[in-house]
């Protein structure tokens, strides 16, 4: 039988065969195996599940999403990624938890799966974490791509534009005009300058804590690409920065600070207590959905602030996502062919319109971005090359320990900030000592 | 006559108030939109979005966690009563040489002690190697054996108020063990078992760190749909209370009928 | 009060020869195995798999696991763990504060519901709900309402002129703050059990002693605590045991914040041995707790002993 083409078939082929070549997987031809993929309850469940829904729709393929409780997220991947056969495909995790499985080895490389893979040049590497060596251990482009971004979260500064406006205040780029700008607006208990956090949690104060950290040029460690683990935390700039944050919460912030967790600065900023607040992107839907919010349309964002002639230096908390390593072939194939799909500019779109946050810096050049209730990009892509991740070993979590106790009881008063700083740079020391990292520790800070 | 009550309904009455007001605050809060609850205003308009979102939206199944959480609490409380009350009895009185009683009840104990996150994960590995795991099967046995200990003790309790004499009557008139147990014991320990079995069911239907690792979407229970509302960055409180408040109504029903049926009906069961 | 209304005299003779010792013997082992059977199949191997743990260092590479023994090294690292310090006293404080406050509180509770003319059922039912709600609700919401800005509590302080308080957040009050929340939540387990154990004493022996003119005070002091001292002292050792293992609502309370002050063991366990995954070290520290506990339970009951025989 004749086979006629009309143009109308023969440009939808068209498209078709592009996007297929673009994405380097036949969509068209037999449907990948049903895969599973575990993520968390959270706000960005809904962008994230409508995304998945497109997918399916546009494929055929299956995908089961496991939603499980963010408490249990660590807890139900270990249990599946160490079993003979694991119960998700696609495991989906916090980055400083994926470190334990790169380096626990359960993860399968995306390129060792699918040796065509290319990765999306829009698509945000994010600090490099997707990458991992497994023979030197760290994550830089020589490595290996194990995983691609879920979500990129970083903290912003979220102020109160109106209350600028009002006022005549410029949007602050160093910690000198944030703090002369929290100090304008300070005026408790109705309004406090700046909420920070100061609570000990797993990952609570230390986390606010990093921009501060990084954005005056200090760290934790002096070079972990390098390898290289010696503690500066108590050198001049964790200095100068611990000693800012202590009079910020003096003098523009809240009198309890020591006991603000970020839950609480999401309270004190929607019922419109706080002016500025550091918080995660993720936060961004909260405020202007009047359901959850009185400060409708007021918020504005702009990138953590840096010291004079430095970069802003936001931490990374960002979700990522990557094969586990028991689970069948086929269906280790239909998951890098979920994400192939899931990074390229037209599926981020559709995550931005459902409500998330787009991984590929393309869509932050769209029109879409310049809409009104998404005047978070900018400032976001802004900041996100300037992201840092803050630790890229497994131990990490008995670091953070420290750091969350230290800083907790120095803003609570109980210790001095030369003091706290001291003894957790030694505890850290310590602690890497005990895993035998090639570390150092620097002679003690005096008042 | 009442003047001499009034000091134990006044004392009764504001410990009520104390306990009522927190639980109260709750329920209304599943009402109410989350900026309300946060900006701690008393009055607010209700709305229901809450208990739509938690019962029919995409992402949740709190109808199947209530199913399962019926079947795993009622299993696992009618095993465990009846093996820890069963045991309680047979160690105190059935002659067992006292180190099997000192041991098993050691033994009992010790296990309570075990932190949830090192018995889950222990758990979790036992099921897998046997496809226990993700069924409503395994969850009933963990729960069974997780209450068991304190069945068997409180029970322990109980049953030494079986008077000896009724049990020699009993024993001279010909009476088996079966029957005696069953005709005799239970109606006097009725008011103690059922106060044991409210709290294992309650202990079962609260559970959360075992439930977490053992189940999976088809057999998840209430305190793990719960918890998704804990997240990384902030509490839904809202959802949360309006998912307790629906958890609180088919518990509180259950146990007020169950501790009436239980009492009512071993005691007339007896023999009269 | 109940007593089921048995005597001697109902109990009709049976016309039958007595009991053949192998149905009793039958009886005997088929009535404690249920439980020894579950005990063994689900009880056994987590207590003998921890203990094991304990004398290993787990580590997971290119996937699979790789045990290390170590000996009793983790054993000795635990008195230099800061946080176990720290945790140890703590959970001591919290638990025999808490303990001895629901015991104190469901006593009074449960006596008080037995003797009033009407509304037992009432207040029966009401006294229960607090254990109804899960302990992860019991946290976030009493988090909520004992906040410094917005809580509920410090509202109603405010009502009556007094000053807003930082409850979770400050050192001197938040041990006590998590104390008191965990009184709300479980005085009712101990008000429960001492209901039955009230309701199951024999009428006969107040109608006795109303008749001997004994007030209420001597009635409760010289017959109702001693008789109710077995269920007392066994709802005591569930509810120690029970308080050690607290974890939720402490976590959300306070995450062991300010500081160390509310830091309780099972939060120190939980992050070394979930959160950095020192599956070894936690474990050696789980048996170190269960060591703990014991020794506690074994001199409160010493101290009941003495106390008998005083």
Request: aromatic share 10%; with cysteine.
């Amino acid at each position: 039988m004749p086979f006629t083409l009309n143009r109308r078939q023969a440009l939808i082929g068209l498209g078709a065969a592009t996007l297929a070549s673009q994405a380097r997987i036949g969509f068209a031809q037999t449907p990948a195996a049903p895969i599973s993929i575990v993520i968390n309850q959270s706000p960005w469940l809904a962008s994230f599940s409508a995304t998945v829904d497109l997918y399916q729709k546009e494929t055929g393929n299956k995908v089961n999403l496991e939603v499980v409780p963010f408490d249990g997220m660590l807890e139900k991947q270990r249990n599946s990624v160490r079993a003979s056969q694991g119960d998700y495909d696609i495991l989906i995790l916090n980055s400083g938890w994926f470190v334990e499985m790169y380096y626990g080895g359960f993860v399968t490389p995306i390129t060792e799966i699918d040796p065509g893979f290319t990765l999306d040049p829009g698509i945000f590497t994010l600090g490099d974490t997707i990458y991992f060596d497994a023979e030197k251990k760290n994550m830089t482009p020589e490595g290996k791509l194990m995983t691609l971004p879920i979500q990129p979260n970083i903290p912003m500064l979220y102020y109160r534009g109106d209350l600028y406006q009002e006022k005549g205040l410029k949007v602050p780029e160093t910690f000198e005009e944030l703090f002369n700008n929290a100090k304008a607006l300070q005026n408790p208990p109705q309004m406090y300058g700046i909420v920070q956090r100061g609570a000990r949690g797993a990952n609570t104060v230390s986390y606010d804590f990093y921009p501060y950290l990084f954005g005056m040029g200090g760290a934790v460690f002096k070079d972990q690409t390098a390898g290289d683990y010696s503690v500066v935390l108590n050198d001049d700039k964790g200095k100068a920065a611990l000693d800012y944050y202590l009079n910020l919460a003096k003098e523009a912030g809240h009198p309890k600070t020591a006991s603000q967790d970020q839950a609480q600065i999401v309270q004190a900023l929607v019922t419109g207590h706080c002016a500025h607040a550091s918080l995660v992107i993720a936060a961004y839907s909260t405020m202007d959905d009047p359901k959850q919010s009185a400060v409708v349309d007021k918020i504005e964002y702009a990138p953590t602030p840096h010291a004079p002639g430095l970069q802003p230096g936001p931490a990374l908390g960002h979700w990522l996502g990557g094969v586990a390593h028991n689970v069948p072939d086929d269906r280790k194939r239909a998951a890098v062919a979920f994400l192939s799909w899931f990074q390229t500019r037209d599926a981020q779109i559709a995550n931005l319109k459902a409500g998330g946050i787009p991984l590929n810096a393309t869509v932050y050049e769209d029109p879409l971005a310049d809409e009104r209730q998404n005047r978070w990009m900018k400032p976001l892509a802004a900041a996100l090359p300037h992201a840092i991740n803050p630790y890229a070993f497994p131990e990490a979590t008995e670091v953070v320990a420290v750091l969350e106790l230290g800083l907790n009881r120095a803003i609570a008063g109980e210790i001095t900030a030369v003091d706290a700083l001291n003894s957790m740079s030694d505890d850290i020391y310590k602690i890497m000592e005990k895993y035998k990292y090639k570390t150092a520790e620097l002679p003690k800070l005096t008042a | 006559m009442t003047q001499r009550y009034s000091l134990a309904y006044l004392l009764l009455a504001v410990s009520g108030l104390i306990v009522v007001v927190p639980v109260f605050w709750i329920v209304l809060a599943g009402f109410r939109t989350p900026i309300s609850l946060l900006s701690g205003t008393w009055q607010f308009d209700p709305v229901l979005d809450n208990f739509l979102e938690v019962l029919f939206s995409s992402t949740s199944d709190l109808l199947l966690n209530y199913r399962n959480s019926i079947i795993v609490g009622l299993a696992s409380t009618c095993i465990c009563l009846a093996a820890g009350t069963l045991a309680a009895w047979s160690l105190d009185r059935l002659n067992w040489p006292g180190w099997v009683t000192h041991v098993f009840l050691g033994w009992a104990l010790v296990f309570q002690m075990i932190p949830p996150v090192a018995l889950a994960s222990a758990w979790f590995g036992m099921e897998r190697a046997v496809h226990l795991d993700n069924t409503l099967i395994g969850l009933i046995l963990a729960h069974a054996t997780l209450n068991l200990p304190m069945a068997v003790w409180l029970m322990g309790v109980f049953v030494r108020d079986v008077p000896n004499e009724l049990v020699e009557a009993a024993k001279i008139d010909g009476a088996s063990g079966r029957e005696l147990f069953f005709s005799i014991v239970l109606p006097i320990i009725a008011p103690g078992l059922a106060a044991t079995t409210v709290l294992c069911f309650v202990f079962s239907w609260n559970e959360f760190a075992v439930a977490l690792n053992l189940t999976a979407k088809e057999t998840a229970t209430v305190p793990v749909a719960i918890a998704k509302f804990a997240q990384d960055y902030q509490i839904q409180y809202t959802q949360m209370a309006a998912t307790a408040t629906l958890s609180i109504l088919p518990a509180l029903v259950l146990l007020l009928i169950g501790q009436r049926y239980i009492v009512n009906g071993l005691t007339t069961g007896a023999l009269k | 009060m109940t007593q089921a209304g048995i005597s001697t005299a109902s109990i009709a003779p049976l016309a039958r020869p007595a009991r053949p010792r192998e149905d009793e013997k039958l009886w005997r082992w088929l009535s404690f195995s249920p439980a020894l059977l579950l005990m063994l199949a689900m009880g056994a191997l987590p207590l003998v798999n921890l203990l094991a743990t304990s004398f290993f260092d787990v580590t997971w590479t290119s996937g699979s696991a790789n045990w290390q023994p170590v000996g009793l090294a983790h054993y000795r690292e635990l008195p230099a763990d800061p946080l176990v310090a720290a945790g140890i006293t703590n959970t001591v404080l919290f638990a025999l504060g808490a303990v001895f406050g629901q015991l104190v509180l469901g006593l009074i509770l449960a006596l008080l519901v037995t003797r009033i003319p009407r509304g037992k059922v009432f207040f029966r039912a009401l006294f229960i709900l607090p254990i109804l709600i899960p302990g992860i609700v019991v946290g976030a919401i009493w988090k909520l309402m004992l906040n410094y800005d917005f809580g509920l509590v410090n509202q109603l302080i405010g009502f009556a002129g007094l000053t807003a308080q930082d409850w979770l957040g400050d050192s001197g009050t938040a041990l006590l703050s998590v104390i008191a929340v965990d009184i709300w939540h479980w005085t009712p387990f101990c008000f429960l059990l001492f209901l039955a154990g009230i309701e199951a004493l024999p009428n006969d022996i107040y109608e006795a002693s109303r008749m001997d003119g004994a007030s209420p005070w001597q009635d409760f002091r010289y017959i109702t605590l001693p008789l109710m001292i077995p269920t007392i002292a066994v709802t005591a050792a569930f509810r120690l045991v029970l308080a050690f293992k607290v974890f939720d609502e402490v976590y959300l309370l306070t995450g062991g914040g300010p500081g160390t002050a509310t830091e309780v063991i099972s939060f120190t366990l939980y992050q070394r041995f979930f959160t950095e995954d020192k599956v070894g070290y936690g474990a050696a520290m789980a048996i170190a707790v269960i060591f703990v506990i014991s020794l506690l339970l074994i001199i409160g009951l010493q101290g009941r002993r003495l106390g008998r025989t005083a």
